[in-house]
């Protein structure tokens, strides 16, 4: 998918580990919100929003035309996902 964007094979690597470490770090930088949103609302709802995200941006991220757009949409992936 990397490669598709344009990207030199050289680069493919660095830029597809890129992608993956922008959903964990966004994950970890949100967890403690997805549990207080947890305490607040329930563990069944908090859950079911967050594979509803997770199922919205895994379709964005699978239309993406661009790198900047894979990265975003990653990143808001690993930040939406509530079940992590």
């Known amino acids: 998918m990397i490669e ?3 990207i030199d094979k ?3 690597a660095k830029w597809a580990g890129v992608t993956s470490a922008v959903y964990s770090l966004s994950q970890c930088v949100t ?4 549990g ?3 305490d ?6 908090t859950i079911l929003a967050g594979l509803t995200f997770t199922m919205i941006l895994t379709l964005g ?3 993406s035309s ?4 894979a990265i975003i949409v990653r990143a808001l992936s ?3 996902n509530g079940n992590g």
């Open 10 to 12: 050289i680069e493919v």
């Open 36 to 38: 207080r949103l947890s």
């Open 4 to 6: 598709n964007f344009g």
């Open 40 to 45: 607040i609302f329930g563990r069944k709802p």
């Open 66 to 69: 661009s790198l900047t757009m």
């Open 31 to 34: 967890a403690v919100f997805w």
């Open 61 to 63: 991220w699978g239309v």
């Open 78 to 80: 690993g930040a939406c």
